[in-house]
């Protein structure tokens, strides 16, 4: 076989290029080729006049590739499992963030429902006049705010409560009921209820409980003041829910307030509210109700009097006094002069 690094002879010429046939191609060195040959390979390449082509580099060895291969695969595969395993711990923590919070919840429901049961436990022996209920209320009840609630129950018994004779136990049911309503014992509950006051719709609500949350030591005087604004309120009804407001506050100042919406109130509601606020209802003291008698007995003959006030009147004094002397005013004068 003709040696290829060899000139051809020329009886075998190739063609030439404008025969229309490409010339041929150099042909590759084979690796194996001894060192002699390609050294006079390169000799005669070069006095052929074509370029040198760089030597053809070895290539990796299959184990070389295996282990590049193998290395890169370990690299992804350990970031993918660091990208899951972060994603996989995130994905656990929310898990638990949600069992933690919907436990949270649950445990809190069930704890305000057995609160619930327990205020509704002592609201039914405080509406027996019992005394130890009355101070369990009296040092439970700010606990229940905002985690119990009003129901037909809790409202028959509070009812029944607040207007028993004895004033230890309408005290408890009075703050009972604050708890009940939401209004915290305090600053903010003031604040609160002195705000609803001032929308119509919630008027006669907030200016019950600014006279129960007074009487119950949180700023009475402050309390006596916002009522005392709405007294002439253009809707009876609020104007009632003052003047029950003012018998719970129960403070000096409110005896002359009540006394005057008595007596010139022009809705007979009013008027009868007042009347049994100082008779009665609401926290005064029998002294403060004797106060308030004194008027009424002096009012006795008064002929701007209606004949309804009279009758409210002379019902008050009945209450106040344990007395039953009917319209005799001279007989009830003769009463409040030995009584003082």
């Given at each position: 076989m003709a040696d290829l690094l060899k000139p051809q002879d020329p009886?075998?010429?190739?063609?030439?290029?404008?025969?229309?046939?490409?010339?041929?191609?150099?042909?590759?060195?084979?690796?194996?080729?001894?060192?002699?040959?390609?050294?006079?390979?390169?000799?005669?390449?070069?006095?052929?006049?074509?370029?040198?082509?760089?030597?053809?580099?070895?290539?990796?060895?299959?184990?070389?590739?295996?282990?590049?291969?193998?290395?890169?695969?370990?690299?992804?595969?350990?970031?993918?499992?660091?990208?899951?395993?972060?994603a996989i711990a995130r994905l656990i923590s929310a898990v638990a963030a949600t069992k933690a919070v919907n436990g949270g919840v649950a445990t809190s429901q069930r704890a305000d429902r057995i609160r619930q049961t327990e205020a509704e436990g002592l609201l039914r022996r405080l509406a027996t006049g019992e005394q130890?209920?009355?101070?369990?209320?009296?040092?439970?009840?700010?606990?229940?705010?905002?985690?119990?609630?009003?129901?037909?129950?809790?409202?028959?018994?509070?009812?029944?409560?607040?207007?028993?004779?004895?004033?230890?136990?309408r005290a408890a049911?009075?703050?009972?009921?604050?708890?009940?309503?939401?209004?915290?014992?305090?600053?903010?509950?003031?604040k609160m209820l002195e705000d609803a006051a001032d929308n119509p719709s919630n008027r006669a609500w907030a200016l019950w409980l600014l006279g129960a949350l007074g009487s119950r030591g949180v700023s009475p005087e402050h309390a006596a003041k916002v009522i005392g604004a709405y007294l002439d309120d253009p809707v009876a009804a609020n104007r009632a829910a003052g003047v029950n407001g003012?018998?719970?506050?129960?403070?000096?100042?409110?005896?002359?307030?009540?006394?005057?919406?008595?007596?010139?109130?022009?809705?007979?509601?009013?008027?009868?509210?007042a009347a049994c606020g100082l008779a009665e209802a609401g926290?005064?003291?029998?002294?403060?109700?004797?106060?308030?008698?004194?008027?009424?007995v002096a009012w006795l003959d008064d002929s701007l009097l209606t004949a309804q006030q009279r009758t409210w009147m002379i019902q008050a004094l009945r209450d106040i006094s344990g007395q039953n002397f009917g319209t005799d005013a001279a007989a009830w004068r003769r009463w409040h002069d030995g009584a003082r």
């Open positions: 009886s075998n010429e190739s063609p030439k290029p404008d025969d229309g046939i490409e010339p041929p191609q150099r042909p590759e060195v084979d690796g194996v080729q001894a060192p002699a040959e390609v050294e006079k390979s390169a000799q005669k390449t070069e006095s052929d006049g074509l370029p040198i082509a760089p030597p053809k580099q070895q290539p990796l060895s299959r184990a070389a590739e295996v282990i590049v291969y193998l290395s890169l695969g370990f690299a992804v595969c350990v970031l993918l499992g660091w990208g899951a395993h972060r130890a209920a009355a101070d369990q209320v009296l040092a439970q009840s700010d606990s229940w705010t905002g985690k119990t609630e009003r129901t037909p129950k809790t409202d028959q018994w509070v009812d029944i409560a607040i207007n028993l004779k004895d004033m230890h136990v049911a009075v703050q009972a009921e604050l708890a009940l309503d939401g209004v915290p014992r305090d600053a903010s509950g003031l003012l018998a719970l506050l129960a403070t000096d100042e409110t005896i002359p307030m009540l006394l005057d919406r008595f007596r010139n109130d022009p809705s007979p509601v009013v008027q009868e509210r926290m005064y003291t029998h002294e403060q109700r004797m106060v308030a008698a004194a008027s009424m």
